[in-house]
Each structure stands twice: as C-alpha cells, then as structure tokens.
C-alpha cells in the first residue's frame, strides 16, 4: 500500500491529510487493493456493496446495458477519484449500474462505514476525510448535472458541441485529449456511431474542429 500513498495524497478524497497520516488511517478504514484486467467487472448490476472505490491506477467505466443489448457509457472514473459511494451508503439500493475496467486497472476498496464514522481511536484526520467525501459528492453532482446538458441537446452534432466544449474548458485549452474512443464516445452520449463519426467529418470539412483518434482541437 505504502507505493500508492503519493498518489492518494492527491486525490480529493484525501485532500490535506499528509502520507503518514494516510498510511494510519488506511487499516482504520478497511482499505483493500484488488487489481482489474481491461473489461472485468469490478462492480455489477444488482449487486448490494458496502465499499467505496477509489481508482489508483487505470480508469473505470460505468456502463448500462439494455434488454436488447444497447450500451451506455453513463460516467468514466479516472485515476484518484472514487465510485460506488452512492449505492455503498447504508440503506441504498444495489447497483443499478456496472462498472467495468476500461484498461488494466488498480482499485482500492473503503468500508463506507468506517469512512463515514470516527474511528475508536478519533484520529484528527478523519473529520477531514469525511468532510472531503461530500466535497467529492457535490464535484460527481455538478459532473451529472453537465453530462444531462449533453444530453438534453436535440441533435447529434449539438450534444457533441455542447461535450467538446465542456472537455476544452476543462482542458483551459482549444486542443485537448478525450478519455474514449469512437464508440465510447457515441455510448456516453447515447448517438448512433455511424451518424457521430460522419457529424464530426462534416464539422471538420467547416472548420469548426481538428481531430486525430482521441484528440482534438476547436477552431
């Protein structure tokens, strides 16, 4: 655990807490690791959890599947933020989602009830860290609430004029990079690929973008 505690004192959820503290906490909390190849499940549809997940290394996506077999990719999870805290809580449903390594991946697994309660022996950290869990509750709910702007978009090209726009601001940049490929992309934001992959040629031919796989740039 001792190499991963740079990478987690970076993160939100450990935000202000320094390495020999985290390192104390982390048995405190019930903190496990499990590693995860490209395309297992970490998490599945209906199933209860009590832990919160913390990506280390790798990404995860956060998928819904249909009766018929059309895939949404709802949320990707990158490396030092968490996922499943929603359905981890006491009292909360099971999973109505899977989530899935989107690359070979390193999760850490939190007791979200050891998260959410003071430890026995009250270390001045934990106040913190739970005050840092509802500051990432609020950054996911912010990030939901941009995700349903996309989505409440009428046309293909606007839905990913509305994401591209959202991923430059974020970037401080007109030329960035996206976490997904063509088809990830067009299930993230729930558009047929074919008519995706042609909008983005047609708005290239105007002038308006530049793009290579992943990454692209707004004129």
């Known amino acids: 655990m001792k190499k991963y505690l740079h990478i987690l004192k970076n ?3 450990f935000q202000g807490i320094c390495e020999d503290e985290i390192e104390g906490m982390l048995q405190c909390l019930g903190a496990r690791t499990r590693e995860f190849a490209k395309g297992k499940s970490i998490y599945h549809i209906g199933e209860k959890i009590t832990d919160v997940a913390l990506v ?12 018929w077999g ?24 099971a999973m109505v989602n899977d989530a899935v390594a989107a690359c070979d991946s390193t999760i850490l697994f939190l007791d ?13 950290f934990h106040t913190v860290l739970i005050q840092n869990f ?10 939901l ?14 839905k990913l004029l509305s994401y591209l726009s ?6 401080g940049s007109p030329a960035f990079d ?10 993230f934001l729930s558009v047929d690929r074919s008519a995706m992959s042609s909008e983005l040629g047609k708005m290239r031919e105007e002038g308006m973008i530049e793009f290579s796989r992943g990454h692209f740039v707004l004129k």
């Open 11 to 13: 993160t939100s959820l």
């Open 56 to 67: 280390l290394e790798g990404a995860v996506h956060i998928k819904r599947e249909d009766y």
């Open 70 to 93: 059309n895939l949404s990719i709802l949320n990707v999870i990158s490396s030092g933020e968490v996922f499943g805290e929603a359905y981890a809580v006491p009292g909360s449903v």
């Open 112 to 124: 979200i009830r050891r998260v959410l309660t003071s430890c026995p022996s009250s270390c001045r």
């Open 134 to 143: 509802f500051v990432v509750l609020a950054a996911k709910n912010r990030a």
């Open 145 to 158: 609430a941009q995700k349903i702007g996309h989505m409440s978009q009428r046309t293909t090209r606007e």
């Open 166 to 171: 959202e991923q430059s601001m974020k970037a």
């Open 178 to 187: 996206i976490p997904f490929n063509r088809q990830q992309l067009a299930d």
